[in-house]
């Protein structure tokens, strides 16, 4: 049995923001008014991967922008008065939805855009809660709760493309006089999405009940379809970490008889390396595409590498 130990981000952070239990306004299904044919629909995504997903199915006959830079903390995020203003002269705004984007919350209400088309992209997606144990090595760790379920549905590649049929639907209701440029954008996307599931499962039936540590509960779709086996999830926190610390972290580990160490790119996390060097483990990359370039491509190279360091890992 492989015992693999992943990432640190902020799905396990205290949250310091705050929090608002207002729901926004509820958005109209598509935009009420037609656009004059010289202008262009423009959309807002949240962040990196709806963003390419958008993207992908909107092609050239939109305009779409990102709300939350590549490498910024969606969970933490903090609108700015550009987001407010993005959204404000927005026809369409398209988030992932499962309580992801909390910040949305004021956003929209602040940006008071009546014609807004809201599209939610895991409409329709059955979302997994806590799948096992939580494991927390400091004492003032705080949960942070998925109170909708876990968010993070883009990490599987069947799930992904449900969210490209929901935001082509959604493009299509909000602006129909394009609706052949989005089908055939979403239908050559939806095939490489199936190539990569096809190439996901080939490749890992080959390494059957690999098992895995997580820090960052992100990858429970991931595991859930090709048969990984995450059996906790460790709470850390990612500075401030005293000597004690460390040790709890590695006894954690050990309790799980861990193999190897991923850490997310754009993550510089001393516990890490300190873990990595005290357990003499080689430290891999696990991407959960919160960072990363915004060519609707890199979904597909990120994961590919994602599939490779799961091969090597769990052999």
């Known amino acids: 049995m492989v015992l693999i ?3 640190v981000t902020g799905c396990n952070q205290s949250n310091t923001n705050q929090r608002t239990s207002k729901q926004p306004p509820p958005a109209q299904e598509a935009a009420s008014t037609p656009l004059p044919q010289s202008e262009k629909t423009k959309v807002v995504t949240t ?12 092609g050239d006959v939109a305009d779409v922008e990102i709300l939350v830079p590549p490498g910024m903390e969606v969970h933490e995020y903090q609108a700015t008065p550009n987001n407010v203003k993005a959204i404000a002269t927005a026809n369409v705004l398209v988030k992932n939805g499962l309580g992801l984007e909390e910040f949305l919350t004021d956003t929209i209400k602040n940006a008071q855009n009546p014609k807004l088309s809201e599209i939610d992209a895991s409409k329709g997606i059955k979302p997994l809660n806590e799948i096992s144990p939580v494991e927390k090595t400091v004492k003032e760790a705080k949960d942070r709760e998925h109170t909708q379920g876990n968010p993070h549905v883009w990490l599987d590649p069947v799930l992904a493309k449900q969210e490209v ?30 190539n990569l599931n096809s190439e996901f499962q080939q490749n890992l039936q080959k390494t059957p009940n690999c098992t895995f540590v997580t820090f960052h509960d992100a990858f429970p779709y991931l595991a859930q379809r090709y048969n990984l086996k995450q059996v906790a999830v460790v709470e850390i926190p990612e500075d401030q970490l ?25 993550i510089d996390n001393k516990l890490l390396t300190s873990l990595s060097q005290d357990l003499k483990l080689t430290l891999r990359p696990l991407d959960s595409l919160e960072t990363g370039d915004t060519d609707p491509q890199y979904y597909f190279k990120a994961m ?12």
Request: proline share 5%; net charge positive; glycine share 2%.
């Open 5 to 7: 130990l992943s990432s």
């Open 47 to 58: 962040f990196l991967p709806i963003y390419l997903f958008t993207k992908a199915v909107a």
């Open 165 to 194: 049929i929901n935001i082509r639907d959604g493009l299509i209701a909000a602006d129909p006089r394009n609706k052949a440029s989005y089908e055939a954008n979403a239908a050559a996307y939806i095939q490489q999405l199936d």
């Open 242 to 266: 005293s000597p004690a610390d460390v040790q709890n972290a590695v006894n954690v580990v050990k309790k799980y008889k861990v193999k190897a160490l991923f850490s997310e790119p754009g």
């Open 304 to 315: 590919k590498s994602n599939l490779q360091t799961l091969e090597t890992a769990c052999k």
